[in-house]
């Protein structure tokens, strides 16, 4: 009877556990954070693309009137190219600053002042036509990139850091979603009832400001990451706070038990810098698994798709009139699968959804390139193309559309993670700015052979994937570390030295500025 009253009451903790992990809170932040981040990212990947001949029509008239001649067709594409890609470069500056950022100014507040690029990129695009300037065109999306930079690295972060991690990787699918809402929300902005026209296109840029000042009135409501607070502010009184707000639990002394433990152990330790982690062989397959998955994630050829878009249907055969309304498939088919593998990472994992995602997408780039080789010989290809267009941006929703920021934030402790995602945020936009550039001249050169490349990326992606990446599901940062020892050639405490060894080497500066009687003590008890 009293084994049974024990498991009933576990069982009775086990589901208030489980209705207390989605807390009000929680998902204000996720909500809030993503939408003033993440979908600004995918807005912004898809905007361009509906006003795509008006844009091009405004480079025209204003190279006219400045040179009294029109612009050659090869200039132009150059020039529409560099407006497309530039968006990557900006993102690559905001992936190498957000570590000095997100450390100094926390990673909320870091979100809520990466607003500021947001709103001027807003203000330049918006006003570029009404001032005949393409060139702020071309720098606001400069600008725009260096926010998505920022966000898509600190959002992660602050995601990863407020979660329990039996719901890790669905919160951290939210900026996945969150992506797939922005791409469509710009497809539907984008149609010509709306500001899909030659007068109207630069409200499509204009509006960002809106998110922006929601997220901006939002943010200051809510903690800091708790995490964050306790490893690196040693604030142990805001931190519980935060693990309550978030939690929705009055009694949060395991968390801050755990995370205090951490605290212990990596005292004085101060932040690991690139070349540092690079060095860590204990981290070293980490690191490679985070670049070709982050590679493979903007190589595998749906950010063609997103700022091709009309150009890929008017391929297909399409009517060019019936082409936005058809876009808009894309979009909802992304926001549906995004979702589902929200619901499904915590039940089947990050592994086969990745592997998965990945080898689906070799399968549907095959079925569409033969189906735009032959679509004019048989009447109904073109209709194909479509369903292997939109299948394949549902397999890489389910699982690469979001996963590889889940696995940068699970592979890395408190001390390496910032170094870890500007890894990771520099290999995402300088491929994402490769393929936003050379599509175009890939296309034209390769025809309708060209999504073949990606293909062969998602097929190295996939396989790399079965035989290195171990699932991560409901695992602690020791139980990962663990499962990649064998392959970093180091045991378990061999590794713990060398993560060790590193963090004291990247503290020793401020360990000198200790007094003497501190550091004595300090001695006697490690000795102890």
Known sequence: MENKEKNGEIKENQVVKKKLDWSGSLIVAALAGAFGSSFLYGYNLSVVNAPTVYIKKFYNATWERRYNSSIDEGTLTLLWSITVSVFSIGGLVGAIIVTPIVKFFGRKYTLMLNNIFAVIAALLMGFSSLAGSFEMLILGRIIMGIDAGVSLSALPMYLSEISPKEIRGSLGQVTAIFICIGVFTGQVLGLPEIFGKESLWPYLFGVIIVPSVIQVGILPFLPESPRYLLLERHDIHRAEKAFRTFLGKADVSYEVEEVSAESRLHRNVQLVSILQLLRNRSVRWQIITVVITMGCYQLCGLNAIWYYTNSIFSTSGINHDTIPYVTLSTGATEILAAVFSGLVIERLGRRPLLIGGFSLMVVFFAVLTASLTLQYRVSWLPFLSIACILAIIASFCIGPGGIPFVL????????????????????????????????????????????????????????????????????????????????????????????????????????????????NGETKNRLV
């Open 408 to 519: 940068t934030g699970e592979f890395f402790e408190q001390s390496q993670r910032p170094a870890a995602f500007m890894i990771a945020g520099t290999v995402n936009w300088l491929c994402n700015f490769t393929v936003g550039l050379l599509f175009p001249f890939i296309q034209g050169g390769l025809q309708t052979y060209c999504f073949l490349v990606f293909a062969g990326i998602c097929l190295a992606g996939a396989t790399y994937l079965f035989f290195v990446l171990p699932e991560t599901k409901n695992k602690t940062l020791h139980e990962i570390s663990q499962a990649f020892a064998k392959r970093n050639k180091v045991t378990l405490e061999v590794q713990e030295m060398d993560q060790y060894s590193a963090e004291r080497k990247s503290s020793a500066e401020q360990d000198s500025n200790f007094s003497p009687t501190k550091d």
